[in-house]
């Protein structure tokens, strides 16, 4: 089974060092989320990971092959969508599948598929603009998936949601998870988004960049399973890892 690995990462800008000695495994299945304050080093682990930036020290690779650039086996999907807004839902969607080779008879079909797959069925004729930032970023990852990564990097996907949109999003994104068994690896600062989403999580702290603690989470299995979210987050169990992972953070500033 393919890995992504970040192996014993260092990450340094203009001398300054943002993250030190990070390693990080995410097999096919897995939903890695990575948490910490600002400054932590999340982002820049995430870069690393999609090519985008290359650590002083250490090395990331993906089922042994050294990641020196952006590549088909991995999809990024950022906090602000990259979507182009000249073009409809549907069309963005093909232009993934366009760079795939796949024939133009077939980008329409494939494209719809993936619409609907993140709950966007009709919306394929609208222009992007048309669209709620809820909704774009269901055409963000409808792309992503048009790419058929084996890995899908989100840098706060979410972020920008409101509080309603962003719980049905993340409806969206386990259901997306459960379908492709594509491994996850993500940044948010939401701690009850993290506890939700994740079958892993990683806290970091700022001064570097270091690894302070890792959990072991269910809930996301839970989900896949068929208990709904609402359900989830009423556990006194999840309100008892919220409060340990919170604790974890701040701990971890402290150290």
């Not at 340094?12 to 000695?21: F, K, S």
């Not at 990971?49 to 086996?73: H, K, M, Q």
């Not at 990852?141 to 999003?169: C, N, Q, S, V, Y």
Request: charged share 25%; net charge neutral.
């Amino acid at each position: 089974m393919p890995q992504l690995v970040l192996d014993n990462v260092s990450v340094h800008y203009e001398g300054q060092a943002a993250v030190e000695r990070v390693s990080i495994n995410v097999a096919k299945g897995d939903f890695v989320v990575l948490v910490g304050r600002s400054g932590c080093g999340k982002t820049s682990l995430l870069n690393v990971a999609a090519g985008l930036v290359e650590p002083v020290r250490g090395s990331a690779s993906i089922a042994g092959r050294p990641i020196t650039a952006p590549g088909p086996d991995r999809a990024v999907v950022f906090q602000n969508d990259a979507l182009f807004p000249w073009l409809t839902a549907r069309e963005n969607v093909a232009f993934a599948l366009r760079l795939r080779g796949v024939p133009p008879g077939e980008r329409a079909r494939r494209a719809d598929e993936l619409l609907k797959l993140v709950k966007l069925d009709g919306a394929g004729d609208k222009r992007i603009w048309e669209l709620s930032g809820g909704m774009r970023q269901r055409v963000g990852l409808a792309r992503a998936l048009a790419a058929e990564p084996e890995f899908l990097l989100l840098d706060e996907p979410l972020g920008a949601l409101d509080a309603l949109t962003r719980e049905r999003m993340q409806t969206t994104l386990l259901d997306l998870w459960t379908a492709s068994q594509v491994g996850v690896l993500m940044v948010t600062h939401g701690i009850e988004e993290a506890l939700v989403l994740a079958t892993r999580i990683v806290v970091l702290a700022p001064g570097p960049g270091r690894v302070v603690r890792i959990f072991e989470t269910g809930f996301s299995r839970r989900y896949a399973t068929g208990e709904a979210i609402r359900s989830i987050k009423a556990d006194p169990a999840f309100a008892a890892a919220r409060g340990e992972l919170t604790d974890a953070i701040f701990e971890g500033e402290a150290a």
